[in-house]
């Protein structure tokens, strides 16, 4: 039993509380983006020639293309030669121990909760914590490599395993596949690497932490997991960066691979800078996350609680190509103030047998726009495929919008689609019946949200839960009454 | 003295519909509220309790000593202040358990007391069902969520059970309950009652005042309490109904 009260207790300000800024040395590159960028950041990483390629190749592909503006949002210019695309906190080597890790760093991630002491770590949580554009420590590495599992940054699995990321790197998602992707496979700096050789179970979540402390630069990072035949893996993702009054750009990319008979589990819990009650500041969160399931009875499930950014672009999607595959999406976004959120799945069913479920909660307040947009794809080949899609949307107040867009496109006949969708509101009567229990407005606001979003909220893992309730009430916090 | 209501005036739209109440209220008392439909029996109770959609336009209300009217709805209720709803509103997804741990928990920080253990809520839980005859599932149910009538108004004894309030307004809590409802809804009660307590009864009827027996009944007519007397007032209007009252009331 999970003890909202006290949870609920616990959340005394509205204020984002992970707004503070980081005192840390850091190297930055020069602003804007040209070709000798991208040439700078690939060799800061010290890459090979085939990676500069990729990148050069995405850079010019994205000079030919637009910015999309198809999506129900309202996204101010956005100057890309005013940003930087690399920064990283000075350190002279990449540290060996703990011990040459900046203090301030440690204090930085242990004041987010992120304990990068693995002695500290009880709930067996293997962590890496990416600051900026540079994964800053991977903990547990060394236990997880006595079971052949690769958990590291990008930048060491690009120097120790090349051969592992250049099979797998743009596969599922290519660089030419939208415009924030082309930019990201130009301008990437780190991100996460997990490989899950066949018949391994990972025995414990892997779990990336990004923040972004530098001010002005963007931050680009790429998220590559392959799961083995027969291999499992649950990871999870956190974000968190210091208020600013402008706006910085977040443009990441994640893949995932799950061969035959694997299952891969991926959660994030973003909260990213929202923004302040002017709608003044905030992330823009422009991602392209995509998982193939490649073998024939892999399974890949995306659980997102969205409650950050000032703008949110992102799809969660499944390429269910393996027979009898599975694709999962189940997501609860939260829009407050002046948050716009744009997002939502696409299930590609192409093996036989395939299914899908999608359940989308979205929550809006204050004057914020929250729209779900999902694709359901049956190809000719896939016989027998099933889809099951949710869509709920809670209105908190008079001044938000919430949005459906679900599009389906079905060539095979014999598909069976279902679609729910429904629109609620928190009723006077409820508030004021938990009211007359003692149960304060905000308690009460509250422990209806969190109730609306329970069917989400139990698939994510335990660690992760508790915290992203919190999340969920201090992002409300202020928005009725 | 517990309750103290004086000239209590209250309206609803700029519609006026207590129209100058009066009464008090001593620990150990049940009272009964009769009167016809649209008196002003359940816009007393929703004004006692804080319900935002009344507006108290003139009078006062003592509650142990504090000023009633000044309170917000959720100290109102801290302060041991109960209603049981005519009808109870759903909370999807909201299960029991966590809905009566949040009021238990609000009301004993307001006390001062620490919260609850997780053991020690649910061994409460366990008991204070029993007193309604609500079984185990209850706990995991959500808020209302697919009760029968009968179910809901044993809920809301329930819940009165956990929070152990000093007054308690029960309004209409018979109405659409068969009798073997109305003998537990009402057995609850009683088990409840103790001198130091009281309760406000409101009711059409007089079938749940020979469950719940009353010290004094009084009538609401018009906004105004216009008849009080003892239980024997109950038996004459199930007798005679409200006629006589509006005759006499020069209607």
């Given at each position: 039993m999970q003890d909202s009260n006290n949870i609920l207790k616990e959340v005394?300000?509205?204020?984002?509380?992970?707004g503070f800024v980081s005192n840390i040395e850091t190297e930055t590159i020069h602003r804007g983006l040209d070709e000798e960028t991208v040439r700078i950041i690939s060799a800061k990483k010290n890459e090979p020639e085939w990676l500069l390629e990729f990148r050069l190749k995405a850079y010019r592909h994205w000079l030919t293309m637009e910015q999309p503006d198809w999506a129900h949002l309202n996204i101010p210019p956005i100057?890309?030669?005013?940003?930087?695309?690399y920064a990283a906190p000075k350190a002279?080597?990449?540290?060996?121990?703990?011990?040459?890790?900046?203090p301030e760093l440690l204090k930085t991630f242990d004041k987010l909760g992120?304990?990068?002491?693995e002695q500290k770590v009880l709930s067996g949580m293997a962590v890496d914590a990416v600051m900026d554009s540079v994964s800053v420590k991977t903990t547990f590495k060394e236990s997880l490599a006595e079971k052949g599992i690769i958990f590291c940054s990008f930048s060491e699995a690009v120097q120790h395993y090349p051969d592992l990321v250049q099979k797998y790197?743009?596969?599922?998602?290519?660089?030419?596949?939208?415009f924030f992707a082309a930019l990201n496979s130009a301008v990437f700096s780190d991100g996460s690497f997990v490989y899950i050789p066949k018949?391994?179970?990972?025995?414990m979540e892997l779990s990336t932490y990004f923040r972004i402390n530098t001010a002005n630069t963007g931050q680009f990072e790429r998220t590559l997991i392959v799961a083995d035949d027969d291999a499992y893996v649950s990871y999870l993702e956190g974000c968190t960066a210091p208020m600013r009054d402008d706006n910085q750009l977040h443009a990441a990319i994640v893949e995932i691979i799950a061969n035959e008979r694997a299952e891969v589990k991926y959660s994030t819990v973003q909260n990213w800078y929202?923004?302040?009650?002017?709608?003044?500041g905030g992330i823009y969160n422009f991602v392209t996350k995509r998982g193939l399931c490649?073998?024939?009875h892999s399974k890949i499930s995306w659980t997102q609680v969205e409650t950050g950014s000032a703008i949110t672009w992102k799809y969660p999607s499944?390429?269910?190509?393996?027979?009898?595959s599975v694709g999962e999406f189940y997501s609860v976004a939260v829009t407050n103030n002046y948050q716009q959120a744009d997002t939502g799945t696409k299930m590609i069913h192409i093996g036989r047998n395939t299914r899908s479920t999608i359940v989308s909660k979205g929550i809006s307040a204050g004057h914020s726009q929250n729209s779900y947009r999902g694709l359901v794809k049956i190809s000719?080949?896939?016989?027998g495929a099933r889809n099951h899609s949710q869509c709920d949307s809670l209105l908190l107040s008079q001044t938000c919008g919430a949005h459906t867009f679900p599009y389906t496109d079905i060539q095979n006949e014999t598909a069976v689609i279902e679609h729910e969708a429904t629109t609620s509101k928190i009723s006077e009567e409820q508030l004021f019946y938990c009211q007359q229990r003692g149960i304060s407005t905000e308690e009460a606001v509250g422990l209806i949200v969190n109730g609306y979003a329970r069917e989400v909220m139990n698939k994510l893992p335990m660690e992760f839960a508790v915290e992203a309730q919190k999340l969920l009430n201090i992002s409300l916090e202020g928005s009725v009454g | 003295m517990m309750l103290e209501i004086k000239n209590l005036h209250a309206s609803i739209n700029g519609k006026e519909i207590l129209k100058g109440i009066n009464l008090s209220v001593k620990e150990g008392e049940v009272h009964a509220i009769m009167g016809p439909n649209g008196s002003g029996k359940s816009t007393l109770s929703s004004v006692l309790v804080g319900n935002p959609a009344f507006t108290v336009t003139e009078g006062e209300v003592t509650f142990n000593g504090k000023n009633?009217?000044?309170?917000s709805a959720e100290d109102r209720s801290r302060e041991g202040l109960f209603l049981s709803f005519q009808y109870p509103v759903e909370i999807p997804g909201v299960s029991m358990v966590n809905f009566m741990r949040a009021a238990v928990n609000a009301h004993r920080q307001y006390k001062g007391l620490p919260a609850v253990s997780a053991t020690d809520f649910l061994k409460m839980m366990r008991e204070k069902r029993a007193i309604v005859e609500l079984d185990n599932k209850l706990a995991s149910?959500?808020?209302?969520?697919?009760?029968?009538g009968g179910e809901k108004k044993r809920n809301e004894i329930f819940q009165m059970a956990m929070l152990e309030p000093k007054l308690s307004i029960l309004d209409e809590?018979?109405?659409?309950?068969d009798i073997d409802a109305l003998r537990i809804v009402a057995n609850g009660v009683n088990k409840l009652k103790t001198p130091e307590n009281a309760a406000i009864v409101i009711t059409h009827y007089q079938r749940l005042l020979d469950y719940i027996k009353p010290d004094v009944v009084h009538v609401l007519y018009k906004g105004r309490i216009v008849k009080t007397a003892g239980p024997e007032l109950a038996l004459e209007l199930e007798e005679k109904g409200y006629d006589w009252i509006k005759r006499e009331m020069g209607d």
């Amino acid at each position: 039993m999970q003890d909202s009260n006290n949870i609920l207790k616990e959340v005394t300000a509205g204020e984002y509380k992970y707004g503070f800024v980081s005192n840390i040395e850091t190297e930055t590159i020069h602003r804007g983006l040209d070709e000798e960028t991208v040439r700078i950041i690939s060799a800061k990483k010290n890459e090979p020639e085939w990676l500069l390629e990729f990148r050069l190749k995405a850079y010019r592909h994205w000079l030919t293309m637009e910015q999309p503006d198809w999506a129900h949002l309202n996204i101010p210019p956005i100057d890309y030669q005013d940003i930087i695309y690399y920064a990283a906190p000075k350190a002279k080597d990449k540290p060996k121990s703990l011990d040459e890790v900046d203090p301030e760093l440690l204090k930085t991630f242990d004041k987010l909760g992120i304990p990068l002491e693995e002695q500290k770590v009880l709930s067996g949580m293997a962590v890496d914590a990416v600051m900026d554009s540079v994964s800053v420590k991977t903990t547990f590495k060394e236990s997880l490599a006595e079971k052949g599992i690769i958990f590291c940054s990008f930048s060491e699995a690009v120097q120790h395993y090349p051969d592992l990321v250049q099979k797998y790197l743009g596969k599922v998602v290519n660089y030419r596949d939208n415009f924030f992707a082309a930019l990201n496979s130009a301008v990437f700096s780190d991100g996460s690497f997990v490989y899950i050789p066949k018949g391994v179970r990972c025995p414990m979540e892997l779990s990336t932490y990004f923040r972004i402390n530098t001010a002005n630069t963007g931050q680009f990072e790429r998220t590559l997991i392959v799961a083995d035949d027969d291999a499992y893996v649950s990871y999870l993702e956190g974000c968190t960066a210091p208020m600013r009054d402008d706006n910085q750009l977040h443009a990441a990319i994640v893949e995932i691979i799950a061969n035959e008979r694997a299952e891969v589990k991926y959660s994030t819990v973003q909260n990213w800078y929202p923004g302040d009650k002017n709608g003044k500041g905030g992330i823009y969160n422009f991602v392209t996350k995509r998982g193939l399931c490649k073998g024939d009875h892999s399974k890949i499930s995306w659980t997102q609680v969205e409650t950050g950014s000032a703008i949110t672009w992102k799809y969660p999607s499944c390429i269910l190509a393996g027979d009898n595959s599975v694709g999962e999406f189940y997501s609860v976004a939260v829009t407050n103030n002046y948050q716009q959120a744009d997002t939502g799945t696409k299930m590609i069913h192409i093996g036989r047998n395939t299914r899908s479920t999608i359940v989308s909660k979205g929550i809006s307040a204050g004057h914020s726009q929250n729209s779900y947009r999902g694709l359901v794809k049956i190809s000719p080949q896939a016989e027998g495929a099933r889809n099951h899609s949710q869509c709920d949307s809670l209105l908190l107040s008079q001044t938000c919008g919430a949005h459906t867009f679900p599009y389906t496109d079905i060539q095979n006949e014999t598909a069976v689609i279902e679609h729910e969708a429904t629109t609620s509101k928190i009723s006077e009567e409820q508030l004021f019946y938990c009211q007359q229990r003692g149960i304060s407005t905000e308690e009460a606001v509250g422990l209806i949200v969190n109730g609306y979003a329970r069917e989400v909220m139990n698939k994510l893992p335990m660690e992760f839960a508790v915290e992203a309730q919190k999340l969920l009430n201090i992002s409300l916090e202020g928005s009725v009454g | 003295m517990m309750l103290e209501i004086k000239n209590l005036h209250a309206s609803i739209n700029g519609k006026e519909i207590l129209k100058g109440i009066n009464l008090s209220v001593k620990e150990g008392e049940v009272h009964a509220i009769m009167g016809p439909n649209g008196s002003g029996k359940s816009t007393l109770s929703s004004v006692l309790v804080g319900n935002p959609a009344f507006t108290v336009t003139e009078g006062e209300v003592t509650f142990n000593g504090k000023n009633l009217l000044e309170l917000s709805a959720e100290d109102r209720s801290r302060e041991g202040l109960f209603l049981s709803f005519q009808y109870p509103v759903e909370i999807p997804g909201v299960s029991m358990v966590n809905f009566m741990r949040a009021a238990v928990n609000a009301h004993r920080q307001y006390k001062g007391l620490p919260a609850v253990s997780a053991t020690d809520f649910l061994k409460m839980m366990r008991e204070k069902r029993a007193i309604v005859e609500l079984d185990n599932k209850l706990a995991s149910r959500s808020v209302n969520e697919g009760f029968s009538g009968g179910e809901k108004k044993r809920n809301e004894i329930f819940q009165m059970a956990m929070l152990e309030p000093k007054l308690s307004i029960l309004d209409e809590t018979d109405s659409g309950l068969d009798i073997d409802a109305l003998r537990i809804v009402a057995n609850g009660v009683n088990k409840l009652k103790t001198p130091e307590n009281a309760a406000i009864v409101i009711t059409h009827y007089q079938r749940l005042l020979d469950y719940i027996k009353p010290d004094v009944v009084h009538v609401l007519y018009k906004g105004r309490i216009v008849k009080t007397a003892g239980p024997e007032l109950a038996l004459e209007l199930e007798e005679k109904g409200y006629d006589w009252i509006k005759r006499e009331m020069g209607d």
